[in-house]
């Protein structure tokens, strides 16, 4: 069985679309292929509830994916959800190609700087048009790192460790 600690957000319900309980999802996934019909995916409320779907299809709408649901077939059974985070487990997701990583596994790693130290873990990431921003927060300052090979030197799941240059500035 599914559970929120072995899963990840892949997206959040932001509205529904027709009469017939289709759900429209805000995709953190980079394909639709996350949403293929089949999957188990968990839908958490705000107040951390949780609870187990499968996708019967999905599709591409504009920036959002349409997805629907066995069980919700109504729009005010849909309605009930919008909000909700769309988490899928992680078996169910494809290993990350070399040189990538999903977001999930950076977060509470520590950063070292080859001449600072550690300056804190991530606490936040956040996309750009040129690359991911690593948010680096210890107690009493936030350094933003561009996850760029320029600045990110390793990166070590297993030992919770990403190793980074700074700019002179910082």
């Known amino acids: 069985m599914m559970n929120t600690a072995s899963s990840f957000t892949i997206g959040k319900v932001t509205g529904v679309h027709g009469l017939g309980g289709n759900l429209k999802v805000w995709s953190f996934a980079e394909s639709i292929e996350s949403f293929c019909p ?3 995916i968990l839908l958490k409320s705000e107040e951390d509830v949780s609870k ?5 299809k999905a599709s591409a709408h504009g920036k959002s994916v349409l997805l629907s649901l066995e069980g919700v077939d109504t729009r005010d059974l849909a309605q009930g959800l919008v909000g909700n985070e769309v988490l899928i487990g992680r078996d169910q997701l494809p290993e990350p190609e070399d040189d990538t990583w999903y977001w999930q596994d950076l977060y509470g790693l520590d950063v070292f700087d080859h001449e600072k130290g550690f300056i804190g873990k991530i606490t936040d990431i956040f996309p750009t048009g ?11 300052r936030e350094t933003l790192v561009p996850m ?11 030992k919770k460790i990403i190793r980074i240059t700074l700019p002179e500035e910082y």
């Open 38 to 40: 089949g999957k188990k």
């Open 52 to 56: 187990p779907y499968t996708i019967l």
């Open 130 to 140: 040129a690359n991911d921003v690593l948010v680096v927060t210890d107690n009493t």
């Open 148 to 158: 760029h090979k320029h600045f990110v030197e390793s990166i070590d799941i297993e």
